[in-house]
Nanobody, 128 residues
Framework: QLQLVESGGDLVQPGGSLKLSCAASAFTLDSYTIGWFRQAPGKEREGVSCISPTDGRTYHTDSVKGRFTISRDNAKNTVYLQMNSLKPEDTAIYYC?????????????????????WGQGTQVTVSS
């Protein structure tokens, strides 16, 4: 059974950093586009970052550009989201997702329809 498990969420002060992990079981991530999404209380889920399977090309939404970095370690079958300079508005449940529908596109996409497998999420709270 294909499974994604997120970890690394925590309570952190504004300006702090966290590194989220997305580990896969029963499949290898290196052939999938991996996306990170987040959902804050009372808001719709939004795409944050993604990484392509072939050339490792990345995309970050404007609100996190320059602060968040997505990366992958194929040997560990894990994708990471390094989050720096965290703000209270980054508070949300963070989900990783995997998909293969658009792996041949020139870029990856942070839209729900591009992904088939989802993790259960990890809570990130940014507060003083």
């Amino acid at each position: 059974q294909l499974q994604l498990v997120e970890s690394g969420g925590d309570l952190v002060q504004p300006g702090g950093s966290l590194k989220l992990s997305c580990a896969a079981s029963a499949f290898t991530l290196d052939s999938y586009t991996i996306g990170w999404f987040r959902q804050a209380p009372g808001k719709e889920r939004e795409g944050v970052s993604c990484i392509s399977p072939t050339d490792g090309r990345t995309y970050h939404t404007d609100s996190v550009k320059g602060r968040f970095t997505i990366s992958r370690d194929n040997a560990k079958n894990t994708v990471y989201l390094q989050m720096n300079s965290l703000k209270p508005e980054d508070t949300a449940i963070y989900y990783c997702a995997a998909g293969r529908r658009y792996v041949d596109d020139a870029r990856c996409w942070v839209v729900d329809g591009a992904y088939d497998y989802w993790g259960q999420g990890t809570q990130v709270t940014v507060s003083s």
